[in-house]
């Protein structure tokens, strides 16, 4: 299938939003990661105080980072 400038623009920038978001993400994790490290007993309301990242976010990422042992 051929796209014309305007569908493959925007295949362009899900492809982009997508990688964009899967970085921010990494980053984030590993931002709540060092965060632990660095204060071993922590709350997660006190990570989400520390970095700036929303509650339910340090929540996910927190659950993932314990799913990933």
Known sequence: MLFNSGE???RKIKVNKTWNQHIVKQE???LVLRTIR???SISSADIATSTGL???T???L???LLNDK
Request: glycine share 12%.
């Open 54 to 56: 929303n509650k339910g």
């Open 8 to 10: 493959r623009g925007e």
């Open 28 to 30: 984030n994790k590993f």
């Open 38 to 40: 660095e204060n071993s």
């Open 58 to 60: 340090v929540s996910s």
């Open 62 to 64: 927190v659950t993932e």
